[in-house]
Each structure stands twice: as C-alpha cells, then as structure tokens.
C-alpha cells in the first residue's frame, strides 16, 4: 500500500459512512484532483479497496480498522461493502 507524502497537509475529511450511507459514487471507478491523496481508515468492520486504474497495476485490500488504504492523485478506484461497516476518508494535498 502506498504512503501520503510527508509534505501534503490534511484539509478536509468526508462524513463517517456506513454501508447504508456510503454514496454510489465512492462505490464504482473515480479519481481524486491532480494533487489531492486521501486516506480510507475503517473505524468499524471492513470495505474492499481497487485500484481500477488501466494504467497501474490492478491491486484488491481488504480494509480494516488495522490497515487503511491510500489513494493516490488521479489514480482511478472504487471501494466495496462487504458487510456492516463504518469508515471515513481524510484528504491531503
């Protein structure tokens, strides 16, 4: 899994999601802006993390409240509900 550069500062973070709130969007292929990483951490439960991006190696993670995930600029991705869960993404630039 990658790491948020030690240079990008933390701006904002989305609403805690669960699996009967998480928006459709988040949930098929998208990207962040140009410069923009964020952090998927799993407070309760899990969520399946791709990379869908043709252009980079496909990659599946399982997310749990001991392993986040990283979201890399413009590298296009989805998550997965895989049953009851709770998690929020903080974004850095």
Do not use: S, Y
């Given at each position: 899994m990658k790491t948020i550069p030690a240079n990008a500062a933390h701006y904002r973070s989305s609403p805690v999601f669960t699996q009967d709130t998480v928006p459709a969007?988040?949930?098929?292929?998208?990207?962040?802006?140009d410069d923009v990483w964020g952090r998927i951490t799993v407070l309760e439960g899990s969520l399946l993390y791709r990379i869908t991006d043709p252009s980079h190696p496909a990659e599946e993670v399982l997310l749990t409240p001991e392993r986040h995930g990283v979201v890399e600029p413009r590298v296009e991705h989805e998550v997965q509900?895989?049953?009851?869960?709770?998690?929020?993404?903080?974004?850095?630039?």
């Open positions: 969007a988040l949930q098929r292929a998208h990207t962040t802006a509900v895989v049953g009851p869960v709770r998690f929020q993404v903080d974004f850095h630039r």
